[in-house]
């Protein structure tokens, strides 16, 4: 039997059915789609990403997932600190319902929030009176955005503000810092990264979303329409070519954003972690 | 290692529910009780009018005609069929990821080898392209115009706009979080036991029965707690690849939606209600399987294991 | 500026940590808290520097009740244990924070900012290192930076908080040495906690030890040594 490299056993295994799995579910598949984009040719392919519908879809769904997720930030930190740091009846349901947006359907979610907000109900009642619509327009793609994008920020930097050193803040006490000049001058650039890495994952999270969208958009062409449904739209149409150009820049951006994100990670553990 | 906190919730963030330092009391650092009070009140806010609301939307308005319209929604044959196949999705859907789960943690966990990063990143691979294209993917190899298209077509056999693709979108949309579930864990306790048992000549399978397996149960149920819901619920990639054909090709959502486009929203809502109640369930089981995960790894440390 | 620690108690849930503590510092003088761990010497240091406040009794500066006072208005410089340094920021950073905190009104120009950091960086034997980050030193520069930046604020009194216990002995015999040296220039009133006698009876003026709480005998070194208050004392210092 010759030499092993590894101490347990089941490597070759793990590592055989783990691949031969990816490479069935993810690589093929992804392969193809980068294939059918490579064989499509340069104009096919500018025209498909570029047509006018198109880039107004890019508009609110790079867009608006921009400013769901900013919304995000600031409340998910809002939210981070006072499930960290306070004590307060309800706390421990507040914690657990931070994950709904991540259990809760898609589609469960859509419906709900554009019964929530339709014209003549709950919320949407309120803001009719004064000409404001939200169902159907660019807000309610918003609403839609920041619902989903929540847990993402929050979860990222529980953890890491559990983890603060009390020290450093009392310190910063005794050196004469009031309340908010320590949160500003300490406490909050050690927060920086990690808020920043939560909200690039709200962003990448929201710029694909679909269910909890499609329905409180109304998927108005040109104003309230996202992109994956742009996708939707070209297969319904047999557009293959179409179809797959439009997912490739979809991969293409979420492959940017998940490169920012792990960036930001390591900038994030570099200053935390290591001293 | 910062991929710990990543991706919304379902890594093992620790104790956070458990009362941290910072509010142990400690008065000299901490706001005064009117700034405490308003930040906790515009949380309160935010999260009664973004989060729970919705929540609250699906059960007002599935039993806002009555309790018998309510129970009429789930008679009708298609919301049967949607129910049922929704089910079997996710019986075949569940166990795959649960056992590719199980072999990606071991073989990240246990040894070291080149390209692991770039292992673990394709495994966070679904977490960030959009659920469409979960779909389209599918569509691209195995739809008339595909890849295998012509193929398929001339052996008779229908993989989109059929179940077997639809198991396959959901699969591919589900297949992170019982490996997400297990990685952290099985990193933060180490190799150590199951080394011990090597030693002693324990071979893969009982080491992995009788030493992983009771270590790491609540980490995955935990995750196929998560896989489950994900996998019932999935909307966008199964929406691309169904074909949405009543009673053939509808899951739970994308019936709902038909439910809804028809303006039968009693019905849409009440077939949502159950998807509901089960996300509930999850959040439910999910903090309980934390809670016990995180206990068992501090009894872990505390059991002796050398502090490095 | 003398202490006046006057029955102070302090109770941790159901833990009495401090019961009834009495404690004076003259001006200028460098006293050490000497006891067992858990005897409660780091609480009424803290205290002291308005990290915690005592359920019953008062402290005094020079005289001056600053109980009711908060950390940030009490002008008690404090050494931690573990530092405690502001990681993101640089050493001068560190050592400027103090005064870039003073309000407006109070906050000194940027030159003279420099110039103060860079005198105290000299103070420590630091000069030069003040772009550097804190992890980029070792645990015996830290602890000066920590020093350095605690007395850019002109502290009233400066506390230590078992200022060497992290460093490895020939480090932390070198600090000794360089805390008698500082005092004996600058004669700043000084306490310091430690549970390490030696450390204790090298370094200080006189010292005061505790234990579960409670005061068991304050004197000069060899007052302590060489009239034993009671039989912890006695057995606390090995004597016999």
Excluded at chain 2, 154 to 174: K, Y
Excluded at chain 2, 175 to 186: C, D, E, K, Q, T
Excluded at chain 2, 248 to 256: A, G, S, Y
Aim: one cysteine or more; hydrophobic letters at 50%.
């Amino acid at each position: 039997m010759s030499r092993r490299k590894h101490v347990l056993p089941g490597f070759g295994l793990t590592m055989g059915y783990t691949w031969i799995y990816l490479g069935i579910i993810v690589l093929l598949p992804f392969a193809g789609l980068v294939l059918k984009t490579g064989t499509m040719g340069w104009e096919d392919f500018w025209k498909a990403v570029s047509s006018p519908q198109v880039v107004a879809s890019y508009k609110v769904s790079f867009g608006i997932s921009f400013l769901a997720a900013l919304t995000n930030g600031v409340f998910g930190f809002l939210a981070a600190w006072v499930l960290v740091r306070y004590d307060f009846p309800g706390r421990k349901l507040l914690d657990a319902i931070t994950d709904l947006p991540f259990a809760l359907p898609t589609a469960v979610a859509g419906i709900a929030l554009t019964a929530l907000y339709a014209p003549n109900e709950w919320i949407g009642q309120f803001f009719s009176p004064y000409g404001i619509k939200i169902s159907f327009t660019l807000i309610g793609v918003y609403i839609a955005l920041t619902f989903i994008g929540l847990p993402f920020v929050v979860r990222t930097l529980q953890p890491v503000m559990a983890d603060l050193s009390v020290e450093v803040e009392e310190a910063s006490a005794t050196l004469g810092a009031g309340r908010w000049q320590t949160f500003w001058r300490v406490i909050f650039p050690s927060l920086l990264p990690s808020l920043l890495t939560g909200v690039t994952l709200a962003y990448g999270r929201a710029v694909g979303e679909f269910g909890s969208v499609v329905f409180i958009s109304g998927n108005l062409p040109f104003k309230t329409e996202i992109t994956p449904l742009m996708i939707i739209s070209k297969l319904e149409s047999y557009d293959y070519n179409g179809a797959a150009a439009i997912g490739f820049v979809m991969l293409a951006a979420s492959f940017v954003i998940v490169l920012a994100s792990n960036a930001l990670q390591g900038w994030d553990a570099r200053r935390r972690g290591q001293a | 290692m910062g991929r710990k906190a990543e991706g919304a919730g379902i890594a093992m963030a620790g104790p956070i529910s458990m009362v941290t330092r910072h509010q142990a009391g400690r008065r000299a650092t901490a706001e005064s009780p009117p700034v405490k009070v308003v930040l906790i009140g515009v949380v309160l806010l935010f999260f009664g009018l973004f989060l729970a609301m919705p929540l609250v939307v699906v059960f007002h308005e599935a039993f806002k005609r009555g309790a018998a319209v309510f129970v009429s929604s789930f008679t009708d044959r298609y919301t049967m069929d949607a129910i049922r196949l929704t089910l079997i999705v996710a019986a075949i859907a569940v166990p795959l990821n649960t056992i590719f789960g199980l072999a990606a943690a071991w073989a990240i966990t246990r040894f070291h080898f080149r390209g692991k990063t770039m292992l673990t990143s394709l495994i966070d691979l679904p977490l960030w392209v959009s659920p469409v294209i979960g779909g389209l993917i599918y569509v691209l190899l195995f739809g008339r115009q595909g890849w295998f298209g012509p193929w398929l077509q001339a052996n008779d056999i229908r993989i989109i706009f059929a179940v077997p693709g639809i198991v396959l979108a959901t699969t591919f949309v589900t297949f992170p979080y019982v490996a997400r579930g297990l990685i952290p864990l099985m990193q933060a306790q180490g190799s150590a036991e199951e080394e011990a048992a090597a030693t002693l000549g324990a071979n893969g399978w009982q080491i992995f029965l009788r030493v992983t397996i009771p270590k790491i149960k609540w980490g995955l149920l935990y995750g196929i707690i998560l896989c489950n819901a994900r996998a019932m619920g999935e909307f966008g990639a199964v929406s691309v690849v169904s074909g949405h054909i009543r009673g053939k090709t509808n899951t739970m959502p994308l019936h709902i939606e038909i439910l809804y486009n028809e303006y039968q929203f009693s019905a849409a809502f009440a077939v949502s209600s159950l998807l509901a109640i089960l996300a509930l369930v999850t959040l439910v089981l999910k903090s309980i399987a934390e809670w016990h995960a995180t206990r068992q790894l501090e009894a872990g440390a505390r059991a002796g294991e050398p502090q490095s | 500026m003398s202490i006046e620690l006057h029955k102070i108690s302090k109770t941790f849930g159901k833990f009495p940590a401090v019961k009834q503590a009495d404690l004076v510092v003259q001006t200028g003088e460098l006293v050490a808290l000497l006891g067992p761990s858990g005897s409660g010497k780091t609480t009424i240091l803290r205290i002291i520097a308005g990290l915690e406040f005592p359920e019953a009794g008062a402290v005094s500066f020079e005289g001056v009740d600053v109980t009711g006072i908060s950390a940030y208005k009490r002008r008690a410089g404090f050494v931690f244990q573990s530092y405690a340094l502001f990681n993101h920021l640089t050493i001068f950073e560190n050592i400027a924070f103090g005064l870039r905190v003073l309000p407006r009104a109070k906050r000194p120009p940027q030159n003279e900012i420099s110039n103060k950091v860079e005198s105290l960086l000299d103070a420590v034997q630091l000069s030069g290192l003040g772009k550097r980050l804190p992890v980029q030193l070792s645990g015996g520069q830290r602890q000066r930076v920590a020093f350095a930046r605690a007395l850019a604020i002109e502290p009233r009194v400066l506390l230590l908080d078992e200022p060497f216990g992290a460093l490895d002995a020939k480090v932390r015999k070198e600090l000794r040495r360089w805390l008698r040296a500082f005092h004996e220039k600058t004669h700043l009133t000084t306490l310091f906690v430690t549970h390490d006698q030696d450390e204790a009876f090298e370094v200080a003026d006189r010292v005061v030890i505790i234990d579960r709480g409670t005061v068991q005998q304050a004197g000069t070194p060899d007052e302590v040594r060489n009239q034993p208050a009671n039989a912890f004392v006695r057995d606390f210092l090995d004597l016999s």
